[in-house]
């Protein structure tokens, strides 16, 4: 069975933003990874926004989707409760919408890793308890 890996905004920014200081290891990351990468609309808008003023940006991020090196599998609707939940345990960090997007999708691909530079992933929890598999660069 093929690895499930769940994508964030940071290292999909950095894939298209050269200027990132995590461009050359996120562009390894996704040349080594089989796609499709699993993602949510939460994730898309960010990385669409972050990248509005870089020449083709969102452009890249959607081809992305288009060519299934992403899939946006997860509709937040229908997991409004545990959302809620996880943004109300983490509010103090604060937890972003696409944060607890993200956790929630790890609850339900257990055998997942996500795919991120944000620190944050290394405070949250899934099913409240149990460490989050990370892709993340050295050091991190």
């Not at 690895?3 to 298209?16: F, R, S, Y």
């Not at 669409?48 to 020449?55: D, G, Q, V, Y």
């Amino acid at each position: 069975m093929k690895p499930v890996v769940l994508l964030d905004t940071g290292p999909l920014v950095a894939a298209i933003n050269r200027r990132d200081k995590h461009h050359a290891w996120a562009r390894l990351q996704l040349a080594e990874l089989s796609p499709p990468l699993l993602s949510c609309e939460a994730v898309l808008a960010e990385a669409c926004f972050l990248l509005r003023a870089a020449p083709g940006g969102a452009d890249a991020v959607l081809e992305l989707v288009r060519r299934g090196v992403i899939e946006v599998s997860f509709h937040a609707g229908d997991h409004v409760a545990p959302i809620a939940r996880l943004m109300k345990k983490y509010a103090d960090m604060p937890m972003s919408f696409a944060d607890a997007c993200l956790v929630r999708m790890s609850e339900i691909h257990a055998d997942s890793s996500t795919f991120t530079i944000d620190k944050d992933f290394r405070q949250y929890r899934r099913h409240g308890r149990q460490v989050i598999p990370l892709l993340v660069p050295t050091g991190m």
